[in-house]
């Protein structure tokens, strides 16, 4: 099973190099990858994103926060692991058969580190979304909030701010 899973997501990224290399600049630019997490729909910039990979295994670190799940091996690479959906404040989703690990790329500095998303729905493009605002209360990491023709919201998030944030890096219980 857990061989299936990495095909598929080695056929995602692929894929998605592929979709990605026929485009031009400004094309990517107004793409961004979208996923599921906390029962809210999420943004992020391809920038921002440093790859998506299944949830790998996560050795447990004593006497941090409930929303930090851990340490991960990621070919050779040590990662924190954080569920995004306990970080919002929410229910935790667990990490499930769809659940990602969305690293974070070069923007966040030398931060490693990853957040645990629901599952990834693919790229969006910003011209068919319309702009809706910022509530007044939004976290300096929120980005623009987006409306979908389905009347579904989309909140894009800049993770090179989230990677800076206070209470994201004080992980200490």
């Not at 996560?58 to 690479?77: K, L, S, Y």
């Not at 990853?114 to 693919?122: A, F, K, S, T």
Request: glycine share 10%.
């Amino acid at each position: 099973m857990a061989r299936a899973a990495k095909l598929d997501l080695r056929r995602f990224q692929q894929e998605l190099a592929t979709r990605l290399a026929g485009k031009t600049a400004a094309q990517v630019e107004s793409s961004r990858l979208g996923f599921a997490c906390g029962g809210d729909q999420w943004l992020v910039r391809l920038a921002d994103a440093g790859e998506v990979v299944a949830v790998p295994s996560v050795t447990a670190v004593p006497h941090t926060r409930p929303w930090h799940v851990g340490i991960a091996n990621v070919r050779g690479n040590l990662y924190s692991v954080i569920d995004f959906a306990r970080f919002l404040g929410r229910e935790s989703e667990g990490v499930g058969a769809q659940a990602r690990l969305l690293i974070f790329g070069p923007r966040a500095g030398d931060l490693r580190a990853g957040i645990v998303v629901g599952r990834v729905l693919g790229l969006r493009n910003l011209a068919e979304l319309a702009p809706s605002g910022l509530a007044a209360d939004a976290p300096a990491w929120f980005a623009q909030r987006w409306m979908d023709a389905d009347g579904r919201s989309w909140q894009e998030i800049d993770l090179s701010r989230l990677a800076r944030d206070d209470a994201f890096l004080q992980i200490g219980a």
